[in-house]
């Protein structure tokens, strides 16, 4: 594997099959990694093994040649994420990328009703996908439905949340790391967890940390990659 480490980028057979752990910065999309990579490569044989919003950073898994087969064995580990849940506001996004809808105060929420509430969300539970997420209805993207004003049913799957921690609380915000399953929405939880506290919540920030045994500690920035493999940096 890619780390931050390895110097010599530019020797390895990216064309027969290597796994590249990437530190996606914020205002990336997943597929604008897969794009920048591939036409570096001059391959289309990249895919990642789990997308993080444009907002999100973190680490992303690509595969690339024959590694691609093991995207799904990468899709199914446990994701770990840190965090912050902004109290006090309902968006229709459920996190910052869209205008809030609802504003109450959340002045009276004391540190042991948040301590007792994140252990409720511990262990299996239903979620329904997000309107604003990548997750296909009728081969089109949610998002695209949402950002046209219309909402088609979604059915609920079931996640299991291993663990919740709350690191700080500084209101309005409240600082997290959660490990969970695939296909965990942790916008979906801040927004959850807002509306059981009674003042609404959305997802402020997220950072991927680790898939599995995979840390974003031996990952590194798309522009290094491109630096360090032909001189180039990808465009910014």
């Keep these: 594997m ?8 530019a020797q390895r057979d990216f064309m027969a099959g290597e796994i590249i752990l990437i530190d996606k910065p914020i205002g990336w999309s997943s597929f ?5 990579i591939r036409k570096m490569l001059n391959t289309r044989k990249v895919g990642h093994t789990g997308t993080l919003d444009p907002m999100a950073t973190g680490l992303l898994i690509l595969c690339t040649g024959k590694k691609t087969k093991e995207v799904a064995n990468y899709q199914q580990m446990d994701k770990t994420y840190t965090g912050m849940i902004r109290l006090g506001r309902t968006t229709p996004s459920m996190d910052l990328e869209t205008e809030p809808i609802i504003e109450r105060p959340y002045d009276k929420i004391a540190w042991e009703d948040v301590m007792r509430l994140k252990d409720e969300f511990v262990g299996p539970r239903l979620q329904t996908p997000p309107m604003f ?3 296909k209805f009728e081969g089109k993207a ?6 046209k004003g219309k909402v088609v049913d979604r059915k609920p799957t079931e996640v299991t949340i291993h663990k919740f921690e709350i690191t700080k609380i500084s209101l309005p915000y409240i600082y997290f790391e959660i490990q969970c399953t695939k296909g965990t929405y942790i916008r979906v939880i801040a927004n959850d967890f807002g509306e059981k506290l009674g003042c609404g919540g959305v997802l402020a920030s997220l950072r991927r940390t680790a898939i599995g045994e ?3 500690e031996d990952a590194i920035l798309p522009q290094d990659f491109f630096e360090r493999f032909n001189g180039t940096p990808a465009r910014r």
């Excluded at 890619?2 to 980028?9: A, R, S, Y």
């Design 32 to 36: 604008r990694v897969v794009y920048e």
């Design 142 to 147: 949610l998002y695209k439905y949402a950002r």
């Design 214 to 216: 995979v840390s974003v």
């Design 133 to 135: 997420s990548a997750k």
């Design 2 to 9: 890619i780390t931050k480490q390895t110097i010599d980028i």
